[in-house]
């Protein structure tokens, strides 16, 4: 069964300082793996994709994630953080084309101290 | 850039009430899903429409939700007798289908059943 599994539920980081977001996944064929962003209040924002090719993806807001499938995983990055950044971040993994129903992690909430 | 849009953002109802969540997915998408999350819980699947059917659902979309495609522009989820378990915020998304189309979602109504 897909799973996808973020083994920290809260993590708190002082402003300027790196960020790394873990995310692990289970799939059965070629996963495409998607982080969002959920600001409070607000809906899903799609920081980046990972379809195929380059395995160090870019997005947007200077994040940036790496696929390592010999360790299903994506984890997220971030060289220096902004006190807009805290918000909570999700991991996720579909299918390819059409039907590409989306299942979720938990959730990892960022806070950020001055 | 194109949204999806949803609309009402929040909304009350009481028990055993009906209710319907209107989304406005992006104009040239052409397959639409709602999603769910429960507060402090992960987002959620609920169904995927394509071509004016369902083309899957999830256990949690029973015969109390339906979805519907009225005319050419809106999708709406309707929940015919609302539970207390049903509060949560409910997310509409859209995608083209085609390769490398990621989802683009709304920024959610969210639904309080007292």
């Known amino acids: 069964a897909q799973s996808v599994t973020q083994p920290d539920i809260h993590i708190t980081v002082s402003e300027g300082a790196s960020l790394e977001l873990r995310c692990n996944y289970s799939?059965?064929?070629?996963?495409?793996l998607f982080w969002y962003v959920q600001s409070p209040g607000q809906g899903l924002q799609l920081l980046l994709k990972?379809?195929?090719?380059?395995?160090l993806v870019q997005g947007i807001k200077g994040f940036e994630a790496e696929f390592k499938r010999s360790q299903s995983s994506f984890n997220l990055r971030k060289p220096s953080v902004h006190w807009s950044d805290a918000a909570e971040y999700f991991c996720a993994v579909g299918g390819s084309t059409g039907a590409q129903k989306l299942v979720f992690g938990q959730g990892t909430r960022l806070t950020i101290n001055p | 850039e194109p949204e999806v849009t949803q609309t009402p953002s929040h909304q009350v109802t009481q028990m055993g009430q009906e209710v319907i969540l209107r989304c406005v997915p992006i104009s040239n998408h052409l397959y639409f899903y709602w999603y769910r999350q429960i507060l402090g819980q992960k987002v959620e699947f609920l169904v995927s429409f394509y071509n004016n059917e369902i083309s899957e659902k999830s256990e949690i979309f029973d015969d109390q939700f339906s979805v519907e495609r009225p005319d050419g522009s809106n999708f709406t989820l309707k929940i015919r007798s609302t539970k207390l378990e049903d509060s949560a915020m409910y997310f509409c998304?859209?995608?083209?289908?085609?390769?490398?189309?990621?989802?683009?979602f709304g920024n959610g109504t969210r639904l309080t059943v007292t």
């Open positions: 998304a859209s995608t083209s289908g085609q390769r490398n189309s990621p989802l683009h």
């Open positions: 799939y059965g064929a070629t996963p495409y």
């Open positions: 990972y379809f195929s090719g380059d395995t």
